[in-house]
Structures are given as structure tokens and as C-alpha cells.
């Protein structure tokens, strides 16, 4: 059974760091494409970064691009999102996905994406 698990979530100031973490299991790291997505309270999901795995190839939402991070760990079928210099604005709950589009692996294609793990919580204030 295709599953994604998310950790790392937490409460931080601003400017602080957090990295999450993403267990995938069977089918799921193998796909072409995975990648992380947020939802802010009472907004529409966005796409914060993805990735092609086989590739390494990154892609970076305007907002994420010089201050977070995407990388995998192929080894233990891990997924990461390190995030730096973190502002109120990031506060949202962070997804994994997996199952993107290996043409169009875009943080913008969220809606392509098949599985997604249950999410994670990050607050940042002061």
C-alpha cells in the first residue's frame, strides 16, 4: 500500500528553521515526480516545491526560491523540505505528494499529484 508520512512539523519564530520529513513507501518513491505543498488556514493548497527524483531536478514556488530546500534520501525513501528564514506567512499545513506529472513537475500542478500523506503542521510567530 502506497503511503506518505510526514514529520517535522512544529512552532518556531520568525526567522527560525524547520526541515520536515516524508517517509514514502512502495510505489510511491518511485515516482517521477514528488514534491511539498501547504494550506493555509481557510486558503487554497499551494505548491511550496517539487522534485524528479531520478533526476534530482528541483523546482521552487516564488515564495519558497533562496529560503527552502528540497532533497531526497533514495537510500530510506525519504523526502525533505528545509526550510530557513521562516515568516508568519509560511504558516500552514505542509503536505507530501507523490505521483506528479514527469513532464510538468511544477509546484503549480499540485492537482496532477496522486497520493498525499496527511500532512504536517508548521506555525511561525513571534
Known amino acids: 500500500q502506497v503511503q506518505l508520512v510526514e514529520s517535522g512539523g512544529g512552532s518556531v519564530q520568525p526567522g527560525g528553521s524547520l526541515r520536515l520529513s516524508c517517509a514514502a513507501s512502495?510505489?510511491?518513491?518511485?515516482?517521477?515526480?514528488m514534491g511539498w505543498f501547504r494550506q493555509p488556514a481557510g486558503k487554497e493548497r499551494e505548491g511550496v516545491a517539487t522534485m524528479k527524483p531520478v533526476t534530482d531536478q528541483t523546482y521552487y514556488s516564488d515564495s519558497a526560491e533562496g529560503r527552502f530546500t528540497i532533497s531526497t534520501d533514495t537510500v530510506n525513501h525519504m523526502l525533505y523540505l528545509e526550510m530557513n528564514d521562516l515568516k508568519p506567512e509560511d504558516t500552514a499545513l505542509y503536505y507530501c505528494?507523490?505521483?506528479?506529472?514527469?513532464?510538468?513537475?511544477?509546484?503549480?500542478?499540485?492537482?496532477?499529484?496522486?497520493?498525499w500523506g496527511k500532512g504536517t503542521q508548521v506555525t511561525v510567530s513571534s
Open positions: 512502495g510505489d510511491a518513491y518511485t515516482a517521477d515526480c
Open positions: 505528494a507523490a505521483g506528479g506529472p514527469r513532464l510538468y513537475c511544477h509546484p503549480r500542478n499540485g492537482h496532477l499529484f496522486k497520493t
